[in-house]
Every structure is written in C-alpha cells, then in structure tokens.
C-alpha cells in the first residue's frame, strides 16, 4: 500500500473534522434548549362572584371575574344583557389577574353576563355566566 502525503494528510483531517462536527452538533443543541422561551398558557375563568347559575336573594353589586394570568385593562370589558342589547359595563377595573365591573341595581329574574379580555400572552378570550335574582 503506497502512502502519499495527500492521503495521511486527508486520514489525518477525518477524525478530527468528525470531532468537530460532533461538538458543533452538541452546540447547536444546547444553544436551542437554553434560548427556547416557555409557552404561555391562555387566561382562563378560575372564580366569579356571582358565580355560573347561582340563585340570589338581592341584586349584587358588583361581579368580581378571577382569571388565571394577567389581563390587559385596555382590551377587556364586562357587558350585561338588557332586554334585547349588551351594555358595558362602565365602571370596570382590572388588577393583575382580577376584574371587577359595577352592576347597576338589577331586578329579579335571569340576568346574562359576558365578558371579554385580552390577556397577557396576547390571546383575546371570552366567556359568558348568569345567575339569578329570586322575587
């Protein structure tokens, strides 16, 4: 077997490149697991007072909405169906993963609550509840 300079030298380089692809490999791979950023998981409804189906002796007021991550102020509101039309509610505020809306004095029956809020991974979420007030 004759052995010229270009083969040891090519012989030489193999292992070595295959090494270095190796660790560029691992490199790679590290770099991707460290720069991953955690998914985000959409707000959710965890409580509301007054809660889902509830029966109640008087007119609350106010409805109290917890949600699972923070929600945008800007982008979220609470709307009350009045006869035939949602109304806004107009004194709303938001508080970290809390929202609050002020009801106006409402009379017995069925009453019919919506709500819509932006939370802060960016996903826009809606729900709706009702409860009701006893005559």
Known sequence: MR???????????????????????????????????PAHAHSRLITAQPR?????????????????APVEPAFSRIEILQGDKWSILKETS????????????????KHHLRWSILSAD???QTGTLSFTIRP
């Open 52 to 68: 889902h189906g509830e029966i109640l002796a008087n007119s609350p007021a106010q409805v109290v909405l917890d949600f699972s």
């Open 3 to 37: 052995f010229t300079l270009a083969r040891i030298i090519s012989s030489a380089r193999q292992p070595r490149l295959f090494a270095h692809d190796r660790w560029m490999s691992v490199c790679l791979l590290l770099c991707a697991l460290l720069s991953a950023t």
């Open 94 to 109: 938001v508080q970290g993963k809390r929202m609050r809306g002020a009801l106006p004095r409402l009379p017995p029956g």
């Open 122 to 124: 960016g996903h826009h």
